[in-house]
Each structure stands twice: as structure tokens, then as C-alpha cells.
């Protein structure tokens, strides 16, 4: 996801450099309403990703407030929203470049970061839905059990009783520590902080847009 969060700052950046709001002549600059309107799409894609790999968890209000009302409706009733999210942002792209605002050289630029986040994108839906074999995790917890049950017996007449339960205890809670940081690695991301990665590429996406509002009001 951290990729997510570097591509997302660069395709906002590439299509600022070519933006002029304060130029007179509109047909050397890319639309300010496209440069929303990716930006718009850049958030809602990481939030319908966020959704994806967190199941069970759509953030519909989120679609509503970035995309028009239709559009939001058509892109919650796709079967992957992240997918259709990142086509819209290519033809949105694409009907910049055709009108002749937005340079070749920058939209080639801005199309080989659409196709690292597309890849990005799959790579994570296909670790969130590989199937965990069953057979893993049952033979872990049983081994424990087993250990955990014979261990007391085997230390009984070696040791005194409080050695054996501090011994016991200890060893009980690394093996059930490794058994849940195999539970981790199998589902990462129920640890990673989406909702965090998600503000971030926000703050970062606004951060990108602004800055020719800003060096022309540090100009004057």
C-alpha cells in the first residue's frame, strides 16, 4: 500500500506540471475541472481498494461525496470498484490528451504510473483472496496443545513445581506469540493502517494540486 501512497503523489504531480490556472490561454493547460476530477478519482480508487481488501467494510458515503451521484451509483454496483475507478481515470486522462491540452510526453509519463498501480492493485487483491489451507493453522494449534499438555508432565520430576510453571508459562506464550503472528502474516492486511494510508494519499494528492495556487499568491 505504500506504493499506492508514492503513485498516487506522482500522477497528481505530473498532471499539475502541465496545469496553468491563472494562464489566459485555456488551450495550452489542462482543465482545472480534470485536475479535480483526478483527483477526486485518485481518492475515491484508494478507498474502493481499502474496501476490497478489508471485506465486509464499503464506505459508500465516501463515493457520494467524491463522484456525482451517478457515477458513484454505477461505480458501487461494479464488482471490483478500485477496477472501475481506475478506468475512469484513464479516459479522463485520455480525453485530456486527445483535446490536445495535456503534452505526449506527459501522459505517457502519467499512463506508466496508471499501469504501476493497476499492478500494485492486483498484486493485493490476489494475496487478499489466495486461499489459506486449512491444514496449516489446525496442525499448528494442535501441536501446541499437545506441547502445552505434555511439557508440565515432562518437567514434573526434573524440576520444582514452580520452575515448571514459570517454564510452562513461557514457553506457552512464544509459541501462541509465533502462532499469531502467522495469523498476521497470513491476513496482513487486517494490521496495516488503511484508514491511515488513505488520508495519506488524501493529504498528499491536496498538497500536489495546491501548489500552483500557492506559488502564484506567493508571487503577488
Known amino acids: 500500500m505504500e506504493k499506492v501512497v508514492h503513485l498516487s503523489g506522482e500522477i497528481v504531480s505530473l498532471l ?14 489542462v482543465k482545472t475541472s480534470t485536475v479535480a476530477s483526478v483527483c477526486r478519482h485518485l481518492a475515491a480508487f484508494v478507498w474502493s481498494l481499502r474496501d476490497e481488501l478489508r471485506d465486509g467494510d464499503n464506505r459508500d458515503d465516501v463515493l457520494n461525496t467524491l463522484l456525482p451521484k451517478e457515477e458513484a451509483e454505477w461505480v458501487a454496483n461494479q464488482r471490483s470498484r478500485a477496477l472501475a475507478l481506475h478506468g475512469q481515470l484513464r479516459r479522463i486522462l485520455y480525453q485530456e490528451w486527445k483535446s490536445g491540452r495535456f503534452p505526449d510526453q506527459q501522459h505517457f509519463h502519467i499512463e506508466t504510473q496508471l499501469n504501476l498501480l493497476s499492478s500494485v492493485a492486483a498484486t493485493c487483491e490476489r494475496i487478499f483472496t489466495s486461499p489459506i489451507p486449512p491444514t496449516m493453522s489446525r496442525h499448528g494449534l494442535r501441536s501446541m496443545t499437545l506441547l502445552m499438555i505434555a511439557l508440565p508432565v515432562a518437567l514434573a520430576f526434573s524440576v520444582p513445581p514452580i520452575v515448571n ?45 495546491l501548489h500552483p495556487l500557492e506559488l502564484k499568491e506567493a508571487a503577488t
Open 16 to 29: 499539475v506540471s502541465s496545469w496553468e490556472p491563472h494562464s489566459s490561454d485555456y488551450h495550452l493547460s
Open 165 to 209: 510453571i514459570g517454564w510452562t508459562a513461557a514457553i506457552g506464550f512464544i509459541y501462541l506469540g509465533i502462532d499469531e503472528l502467522g495469523v498476521q502474516v497470513e491476513q496482513p492486511f487486517q494490521v496495516i493502517p488503511m484508514w491511515e494510508l488513505c488520508h495519506m494519499v488524501q493529504e498528499d494528492i491536496l498538497e500536489f494540486s
